[in-house]
C-alpha cells in the first residue's frame, strides 16, 4: 500500500522558517508528479505548490510565491517545501499528494495519493 508520510511541522512566530518533509513508499516516485496543499479551519483545501517528476518545473499559488519552495529527492522518495517568512494566514494542516500527470495541478481531485498531514501553527 502506498505510504506518504509528512513531517516538519510545528509551532512557529511570525517570520520563521520551517521545512516540511513528506516520505513517499511503495511506488515509483520518479514517476509522480508531487504537490502540496494546506487546509485551515473552516477553508478548503488549497494547492500550494506542485514539482514535475524530475524537479525541473515548478509551480506556486500566488499566496506563497517567494516565500516557499517545493524540492524533491527522488534517490530518496521525499519531497520538501521549504517555508520562508511565515505569516498567521499561513496556519493550516498542509498535505502532500501524488498524481502521474502534470495537468490540473491545482484541483485535489486529480491527485492519487495523499498523506495524513502535519499541522503548521504560525503564532502574531
Known amino acids: 500500500q502506498v505510504q506518504l508520510v509528512e513531517s516538519g511541522g510545528g509551532l512557529v512566530q511570525a517570520g520563521d522558517s520551517l521545512r516540511l518533509s513528506c516520505a513517499a513508499s511503495?511506488?515509483?516516485?520518479?514517476?509522480?508528479?508531487m504537490g502540496w496543499f494546506r487546509q485551515a479551519p473552516g477553508k478548503e483545501r488549497e494547492f500550494i505548490a506542485a514539482?514535475?517528476?524530475?524537479?525541473?518545473?515548478?509551480y506556486y499559488t500566488d499566496s506563497v510565491k517567494g516565500r516557499f519552495t517545493i524540492s524533491r529527492n527522488n534517490a530518496k522518495n521525499t519531497v520538501y517545501l521549504q517555508m520562508n517568512s511565515l505569516k498567521p494566514e499561513d496556519t493550516a494542516v498542509y498535505y502532500c499528494?501524488?498524481?502521474?500527470?502534470?495537468?490540473?495541478?491545482?484541483?485535489?481531485?486529480?491527485?492519487?495519493?495523499w498523506g495524513q498531514g502535519t499541522q503548521v501553527t504560525v503564532s502574531s
Open positions: 511503495r511506488l515509483t516516485f520518479s514517476s509522480y508528479v
Open positions: 514539482i514535475s517528476w524530475g524537479g525541473g518545473s515548478t
Open positions: 499528494a501524488a498524481k502521474l500527470e502534470l495537468i490540473n495541478l491545482y484541483r485535489d481531485s486529480s491527485y492519487v495519493y
